[in-house]
């Protein structure tokens, strides 16, 4: 019988560098929070405590199942709180174009916990499933949909791209002369054809010999990277000077494209370095927090291995008492 994924428990999910997001958010009394990735309230239930019963917080998410967990926040929370369904790269411009200010914005990407444990969501290439992988389950584009017709060129590109897949054109191979017998239903499936479609060494190497491609229909699926990089000037609009952005990011593709975003917003003037003086105009918006992302230590991991990977950088919008410093 699969879970009933309108009972959340207290296990389904375990926020990440949870002590590291609140300081560098450093969220205080009378407040606005956005918590642009609500999930299971992990994070937003800490930063709604940090509020201290003054301040608001704003919960975005795409995923339905996110409601009921909500709504047992919300009981608690002593905090004016409202959830917005939906993608936070389409929820963030419209709060951003309607003036919505914020004082501290959390993202914590990719999927999650709540989301892996639920055989039936097809996330996880350890469990038999269907072959779904959506976040926002009333979106029509499913993970089958990918693999079974999508043509081989575009399954080899987001192989490479979103996965990193050094055998993508085997693997791509491997999908399509399978889907010509009969049309790929269930995670097991799809697992079996990638392990027959790479050299028996490679099979037995460092991860699961799935991760990869499971990670890269994850993307594709939920277009999370362009979704990613609508967010973040969003983002960066909705702040009040002075206001902190942090963002959680679970492999190299997110973790890059929030890198340059911060390198960029932190530059000064842009004239060529012969020019005697500045006529470009142009001030830095953003001051990192660190110049290095926060990583979880050994007794985190240790509790939470999916932590393992995680890696925060946060950044203060300029012009604000905290953005002069």
Not at 141 to 157: C, I
Not at 192 to 221: M, N, Y
Request: neutral net charge; proline residues 7%; charged residues 30%.
């Amino acid at each position: 019988m699969l879970p009933n994924v309108l009972q959340p428990s207290a296990t389904d999910h375990v926020p990440v560098l949870a002590a590291e997001v609140r300081a560098c958010l450093g969220v205080r009394p009378g407040e606005t929070v956005v918590d642009a990735t609500f999930g299971a309230g992990g994070h937003g239930a800490l930063l709604a405590a940090d509020l201290q019963g003054s301040g608001k917080l704003i919960a975005i998410d795409r995923d339905p199942t996110a409601r009921t967990y909500f709504e047992r926040f919300e009981k608690h929370a002593r905090v004016q709180a409202r959830l917005l369904r939906g993608d936070f790269g389409v929820v963030l411009p419209q709060l951003a174009a309607n003036g919505v200010r914020a004082d501290a914005i959390l993202l914590d990407l990719g999927v999650s916990s709540m989301q892996l444990d639920r055989p039936e969501r097809g996330f996880s290439y350890a469990t038999d499933a269907p072959l779904d992988m959506r976040m926002d389950t009333s979106q029509e584009l499913t993970a089958r949909d990918v693999v079974n017709e999508w043509p081989e060129r575009e399954l080899v590109t987001i192989f490479r791209r979103y996965g990193e897949e050094r055998y993508a054109r085997q693997i791509a191979r491997g999908i399509v002369r399978r889907r010509k017998e009969e049309p790929f239903e269930r995670t097991s499936e799809l697992v079996d054809t990638i392990k027959c479609s790479i050299p028996a060494p490679a099979r037995f190497g460092e991860g699961h010999p799935a991760k990869r491609v499971f990670q890269a229909l994850r993307i594709a699926v939920n277009d999370e990277l362009r979704s990613l990089e609508t967010a973040l000037p969003a983002a960066l609009e909705m702040l009040r000077p002075g206001g902190r952005l942090a963002v959680i990011s679970f492999h190299s593709l997110e973790d890059r494209i929030v890198k340059q975003f911060f390198r960029e917003k932190e530059k000064g003037c842009t004239c060529p370095p012969d020019f005697p003086i500045c006529v470009c105009g142009h001030e830095p918006e953003l001051r990192a927090v660190q110049r290095r992302p926060v990583r979880p230590g050994e007794d985190e991991i240790a509790a939470n291995p999916r932590s393992a990977s995680a890696r925060l950088r946060a950044a203060v919008k300029v012009g604000g008492p905290e953005g002069e410093r």
